[in-house]
């Protein structure tokens, strides 16, 4: 049962460009969204997280878009680095449930100078 | 910065045998979680701790399973008897209430 799907299993972008990763779920009942930046042998990262009653959240270059009624969320990262090439995971949560994270796929990021 | 601590780095072990995954997670935190990852697939949760109890467990999350806080600062993840399935990254995280802080997994190699 995947509640939440991020399509694109990879994503390559020109430095300086905007990268744009999108993540859709399908329970309703989600209503906290997280962004995860992760490397190779390490732990997911915090990044960015957005609140139901929001629709748009900004961090310094980064920026989540929650579109409740497609229930899609996207991140937006400009302009892009080489640094930033990674995995990125979306994760969705039932507040109410004590805050069990879903996860969804991954999408390698890849910035090339 | 504070950050969750996870010992050993990388485990081998033979099928059959027993486990112990550590984690020291910041220790404001009231609620402390596991999560694995198998190679090329998404992190899945395993189980949620709070108030020296489990508070919520996956399907994953069966009999051979279980987790300890024994101290004030550890928290254990054991697997009694390990599968050749069971080999993955697993990950702590801790939480104040929202926002987590994973641990920089242990890699799991079960033979």
């Known amino acids: 049962d995947q509640q939440v799907k991020q399509n694109s299993p990879s994503l390559s972008v020109q430095e300086g460009r905007i990268s744009i990763l999108n993540c859709d779920y399908t329970?309703?009942?989600?209503?906290?969204f997280l962004w995860y930046k992760k490397y190779p042998a390490e732990g997911p990262t915090f990044l960015i997280s957005i609140s139901s009653i929001k629709d748009k959240n900004e961090d310094g270059r980064f920026t989540v878009f929650l579109n409740k009624s497609a229930k899609h969320l996207s991140l937006h990262i400009v302009p892009s680095q080489p640094g930033d090439s990674a995995v990125y995971f979306c994760a969705a949560s039932r507040y109410n449930q004590g805050g069990k994270l879903i996860f969804g796929q991954g999408t390698e990021l890849s910035v090339k100078p | 910065e504070p950050e969750v601590t996870q010992t050993p780095s990388h485990q081998v072990t033979q099928m059959g045998q027993e486990v112990i995954l550590r984690c020291v997670p910041i220790?404001?935190?009231?609620?402390f979680y596991w999560y694995r990852q198998i190679l090329g697939q998404k992190v899945e949760f395993l189980v949620s701790f709070y108030n020296n109890e489990i508070s919520e467990k996956s399907e994953i999350f069966d009999d051979q399973f279980s987790v300890e806080r024994p101290d004030g600062s550890n928290f254990t993840l054991k697997i009694r008897s390990t599968k050749l399935e069971d080999s993955a990254m697993y990950f702590c995280a801790s939480s104040p209430d929202l926002g987590y802080t994973f641990g920089s997994g242990t890699r799991l190699t079960v033979v």
């Open positions: 220790s404001n935190h009231l609620y």
């Open positions: 329970n309703s009942m989600f209503d906290y």
